[in-house]
C-alpha cells in the first residue's frame, strides 16, 4: 500500500473538508471488492473524528493510548488484554461490499458491533449504508468510548442541520 502525501478537498453541507490521499487507493491498486470508500464518507469519518484519527496505523494509534493505568490495571487483574486494531476504511468498504457482508445490509437492517473501539466503522456504516436503520456498537472501555461519543458530538454540532 503506498501512502501519498497529498490532500483533496471536498465540499459539504457544512463547507469544505480536507482529506488526505492517504485515506484513498492509490491509483492503479483496484479493490477487488469494489470502489474505495467514497470521498463523501471520507469527509463525514475527518468530520467527526479529525484526520488525525481516520485511517491510523502502527501501535500508537488514539485508541490504545487512550486507556488510563486504572483500565490497563483492570485487564491485567481479570487477565484480559487491551489489544486493538483499526480497520482502515477501505477495508470496511472492502468486508461491506455486497458480495461480503455487504450483501446482509438490506432496508431497515440493524448492525451489532461488538468491541467498536472508537467507533469508526459504526459510524462510516451509518455514512455509506443509508438503508441500515439501527447502529448498536459496545465497547467496554471507557476511554474508547468516550473518543466515539465525542465524535458523534462534534458531527451533531457541526452539522446540526442534519443531526
Known amino acids: 500500500v503506498q501512502t501519498i502525501l497529498q490532500a483533496t478537498t471536498y465540499q459539504s453541507d457544512a463547507g469544505q473538508v480536507t482529506v488526505p490521499e492517504r485515506f484513498t487507493m492509490a491509483a492503479g491498486s483496484p479493490n477487488p471488492a469494489g470502489l474505495p470508500t ?3 464518507v471520507l469527509a463525514s469519518l475527518v468530520k467527526a473524528f479529525g484526520s488525525e484519527k481516520i485511517g491510523e496505523t502502527g501501535y500508537d494509534i488514539a485508541a490504545t493510548r487512550c486507556c488510563s493505568e486504572a483500565e490497563k490495571s483492570e485487564a491485567r487483574e481479570r487477565g484480559s488484554s487491551l489489544l486493538y486494531g483499526e480497520m482502515l ?13 455487504g450483501g446482509a445490509l438490506a432496508d431497515g437492517s440493524f448492525v451489532l458491533e461488538l468491541g467498536m473501539g472508537s467507533g469508526t466503522v459504526a459510524a462510516q456504516i451509518f455514512f455509506q449504508y443509508p438503508a441500515v436503520r439501527h447502529i448498536l456498537g459496545v465497547e467496554l472501555v471507557g476511554s474508547r468510548y468516550q473518543i466515539a461519543e465525542a465524535a458523534l458530538q462534534r ?8 443531526y
Do not use: F
Not at 477501505?90 to 457482508?101: E, F, I, M, N, P
Not at 458531527?155 to 442534519?162: G, I, M, V
Open 38 to 40: 467514497p470521498p463523501a
Open 155 to 162: 458531527l451533531a454540532k457541526q452539522e446540526s442541520s442534519c
Open 89 to 101: 476504511p477501505d477495508g470496511v468498504s472492502k468486508a461491506l461490499h455486497a458480495s461480503r457482508l
